[in-house]
């Protein structure tokens, strides 16, 4: 009886602001951090199955207005499915209406280790 848990709590939902293309703000729709990560809550590590907030790849979110810049680092260098996290990190982002441009930096200083797991997460893993 193989059953898989997600300790993952569920994403919440986007924003109603987000979700249906309203405007957010009277600032021009500009969003904030804390929406960009809720976003990039949806984008998983196919490996682990946890999303990438949580994992601790997500080093800091820069908003300037509708641009969004994230500093993100995978679990290795050689990690297989960085692209297809990255790749599925900018897709999310991409998606808040009004959002300008969207860069992803690569980053490996600090290296990734356990320890940016978040707590709860890396509790039920065994770490």
């Not at 290795?76 to 599925?88: A, D």
């Not at 009004?98 to 709860?120: C, K, Q």
Request: charge should be negative; include cysteine.
């Amino acid at each position: 009886m193989d059953q898989s848990i997600d300790p993952t709590p569920a994403a919440e939902p986007v924003s109603p602001e987000i979700s249906d293309g309203a405007p957010q703000d009277s600032t021009g729709g500009a969003i904030s951090a804390d929406q960009a990560r809720l976003v990039l809550r949806r984008v998983k590590d196919p490996d682990l199955n946890i999303n990438i907030v949580d994992l601790g790849l997500i080093y800091d979110v820069h908003v300037n207005g509708s641009n969004v810049q994230v500093d993100i680092s995978l679990t290795s260098p050689g990690c297989p499915s960085g692209p297809e996290i990255m790749g599925e990190a900018e897709q999310q982002l991409r998606l808040i209406p009004g959002i300008g441009d969207v860069t992803m930096n690569l980053v490996w200083s600090p290296p990734w280790t356990p320890e940016r797991i978040e707590p709860r997460v890396r509790a039920y893993m065994g770490f």
